[in-house]
């Protein structure tokens, strides 16, 4: 992409009504713009983040077993009124009358419309284990919407529903959860711990939120620190051998991290002290298993192998995808503005142009943007006619993991400049060997 044909409208001062870091570099790197409370449009560079953490969200689903389709934002109130929900959601719940006076609503999460699809179509076990999801737009009417993307009324959520025979399988299938959830985040460049949890409106006393540990954090949390050191890189995992899948949530939930509404002082006191930590987080995720309180209610029922029909058990578990970006934005920037891990970054690097204009300066430009293309990798390429200060200071603000500088003295030499945005360190290179070292990092990606 050329900045000059791009729409990137950068703002030189800090918006007044961002309090916290993420909103602030959100809204001055041009990426969100609010429309009402709560409710924001995606600008081109903010809308590539979403997408990047989308993508990253489908593929862990997907290797996880799990089938990806989509349901409507509007919902009839009826099924609602089935599980008894419909009265319970209070004020968070937008409710909407179409033209026929029929009661509808602007979901907030999926429960009943999935268990309405699940009865519709499913009724033996031999179609268990089943787990849907889908990634769309929420909407809950918080009664405080602030911190831009982090606490919206308008969200992009990944909701996951587990429907199986028996409460063990329904386990494993929130095991599961856990494991893809914490590869999820690994991918996107955050340690998100999870933590024992209560459940809210959605039920079921059996729930981990995941947080990523941040001062602007929502939620007070108490854990272990070693809890942090705590890594699950590449492992491979069989998604179907449960015994496995069951290790590796208890190598990551042994140790003491729960949020506020679940401490235990005493247990807490256990820890050694050097180890004891009080903190914010941010919940990125939550997973709950609920057994039968939806298919019980709305009649999901299958037959089992010995011929009798039992409500289904059911989890749910859910990834907030808009929200990610601010928490992405809090755990990695400093003063100049965002640092984008490689895995979510819009573009996987820019091309600052010193001297637009000068024949050559622009040809190595034009040379290093299309070999860049043809290896896959899609730059941003500044090719403004603006001070190189200016160029710095907005790739700093975007904050893209790498920066090629190309300029007349560099070319002399036959050298461009290969800039880390995290570390500031700056190699001198030939334009060849700096494509080859982005091919190498983007690798996989
Ligand atoms: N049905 C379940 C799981 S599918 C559910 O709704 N879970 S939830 O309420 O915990 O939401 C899932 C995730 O969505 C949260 O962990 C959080 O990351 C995100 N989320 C919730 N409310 C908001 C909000 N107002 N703004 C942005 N993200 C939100």
Redesign the pocket.
């Known amino acids: 992409m050329r900045l000059s044909r791009y729409f990137l409208p950068v703002l030189k001062e800090n918006p007044a009504d961002a309090q916290i870091v993420s909103h602030r570099y959100m809204l001055r790197a041009g990426m969100i713009r609010q429309q009402a409370a ?1 409710i924001y449009s995606w600008l081109p560079l903010g809308f590539r983040v979403l997408k990047r953490i989308e993508q990253i969200v489908h593929e862990e689903q997907v290797r996880a077993g799990h089938i990806p389709m989509l349901m409507p934002t509007l919902q009839p109130a009826d099924l609602w009124r089935e599980s008894g929900r419909y009265d319970d959601y209070g004020q968070e719940m937008l409710r909407i009358k179409d033209r026929h006076d029929r009661d509808m609503l602007y979901g ?4 009943e419309m999935i268990t309405d699809i699940f009865r519709t179509h499913v009724n033996s076990y031999k179609d268990l284990p089943l787990t849907l999801y889908h990634i769309q737009w929420k909407f ?1 009417d ?1 009664m405080r ?1 602030r911190f831009g ?5 308008e ?1 992009l ?1 990944k ?3 587990n429907f199986d025979v028996d409460k063990d399988a329904a386990l494993h299938a929130y095991n599961r959860h856990m494991v893809s959830y914490l590869r999820t985040y690994e991918r996107m460049g955050l340690t998100a711990i999870p933590m024992r949890a209560a459940s ?1 409106p ?1 039920g079921g006393d059996n729930t981990h ?2 947080l990523v540990l941040a001062a602007t954090g929502e939620s007070e949390v108490f854990y272990d620190s070693a809890v942090t050191d705590l890594k699950l890189g590449d492992r491979a995992v069989d998604f179907d051998n449960r015994a496995e899948v069951a290790g590796v949530c208890k190598e990551f939930t042994t140790l003491y991290a729960r949020t506020d509404e679940t401490h235990d002082e005493s247990l807490f006191n256990q820890i050694p002290e050097a180890r004891r930590k009080v903190g914010r987080g941010i ?4 997973i ?1 298993y609920f057994g039968t309180k939806y298919s019980e209610a709305m009649g999901a029922t299958v037959v089992t192998a010995d011929g009798s029909r039992v409500p289904v058990e059911m989890g ?5 995808v ?2 990610l970006l601010g928490a992405i934005i809090e755990a990695s920037h400093d003063d100049k503005g965002i640092i984008w891990p490689e895995g979510v970054t819009p573009f996987p690097v820019g091309i600052v142009n010193l001297k637009q204009g000068d024949a050559g300066t622009d040809a190595a430009c034009e040379g290093l943007y299309k070999a860049l293309e043809a290896r896959g990798l899609e730059a941003l390429y500044d090719d403004r006619d603006e001070r190189a200060g200016a160029k710095f200071a907005t790739m700093d603000l975007i904050g893209l993991p790498w920066r090629i500088t190309v300029g007349p003295r560099g070319l002399a030499n036959g050298k461009v400049e290969l800039t880390s945005r995290r570390t500031g360190v700056s190699e001198e290179m030939s334009a060849e060997d700096a494509v080859e070292r982005i091919a190498q990092i983007y690798a996989g990606r």
């Open positions: 709560g907030p999460t999926n429960e809950r918080e919407p993307v982090m606490r919206g009324r969200f959520m909701d996951g529903y809210g959605i939120e995941f919940e990125v995720g939550q709950f749910s578990h859910g990834i907030g808009s929200r």
